[in-house]
């Protein structure tokens, strides 16, 4: 049901919270390392919160339409805003990896952002556009510019020697995992809309929520952060949105696609 997931959005913020209260007071900043606790009880508690987030809309599905065609205009802008700032902060990246001399890693940042730039041009023109239908984005940019994740995801096991007490860096190749199912499942509701799962849509939105958005806030907002630690805020914020569009208005999804 959208309430359940209205809920479960909101239920997010206080495990934010929590995050920010175990950061701030347990963490040694300037490491990374804990100074009080166990770290197993850390990555229970997030491992519970994304096991909820997969239940939750699992059971919450109900269409993937609204994503290929936003009803309200509400709709439409809680869908594009979080898709335009995330594709700004991607282009920063982009652009600051080019002039640092990563071409490679930079072009992957800028073409994210073009995709994440036409989805919200996408989403905002159809919801003002009323019912006039908007041509789907190219696919092809969508998965060029889902790219990006892959390569962190690589980066992250070739450079990143932390260790499990680390909780921030290890935590990052979960959240890069989550962002590209997110844009995955959302790249099919948006190019191949008889074909998408509004199962999908809501999981990988509501698990975005959890490790892109509650996770990471709190460590953009007490340590140094980068165009690119804010972009994945950005896109938690997207799939929450992406979650709500598609949860069922009745009491249970009955026809949703698995």
């Not at 995709?115 to 998965?143: D, F, M, T, Y």
């Not at 680390?166 to 995955?184: C, E, F, H």
């Not at 340590?223 to 997207?238: N, R, T």
Request: one cysteine or more; aromatic letters at 10%; a positive charge.
């Amino acid at each position: 049901m959208r309430k359940s997931v209205a809920v479960f959005l909101l239920a997010g913020v206080a495990f934010c919270a929590a995050r920010w209260a175990d950061l701030a007071l347990f963490t040694d900043l300037e490491t990374g390392l804990l100074k009080e606790g166990q770290v197993w009880l850390r990555y229970a508690a997030l491992f519970a919160w994304a096991a909820a987030a997969l239940a939750a809309g699992h059971f919450s599905a109900g269409s993937a339409a609204p994503l290929d065609a936003p009803k309200t205009r509400r709709a439409a802008f809680a869908l594009s805003v979080p898709a335009f700032t995330a594709g700004v902060f991607y282009l920063g990246r982009g652009l600051l990896d080019i002039l640092d001399g990563s071409f490679l890693y930079g072009a992957l940042g800028v073409l994210c952002a073009l995709w994440l730039g036409v989805l919200g041009q996408h989403w905002l023109v159809g919801g003002l556009g009323g019912r006039r239908r908007e041509a789907a984005p190219p696919a092809w940019l969508g998965v060029a510019g889902s790219l990006v994740f892959v390569w962190d995801v690589l980066a992250s096991f070739m450079t990143n020697g932390s260790s499990w007490h680390r909780t921030i860096p290890t935590s990052a190749v979960w959240q890069q995992l989550a962002a590209l199912l997110l844009l995955a499942a959302v790249l099919r509701a948006v190019c191949l809309p008889g074909a998408a799962s509004p199962k999908s849509v809501c999981r990988c939105g509501l698990l975005a929520y959890i490790l892109c958005f509650a996770w990471q806030l709190p460590r953009c907002v007490l340590l140094p952060a980068a165009p690119g630690d804010w972009a994945l805020v950005a896109l938690g914020l997207l799939g929450g949105a992406c979650a709500l569009a598609c949860a069922s208005p009745k009491q249970r999804g009955l026809h949703a696609a698995g």
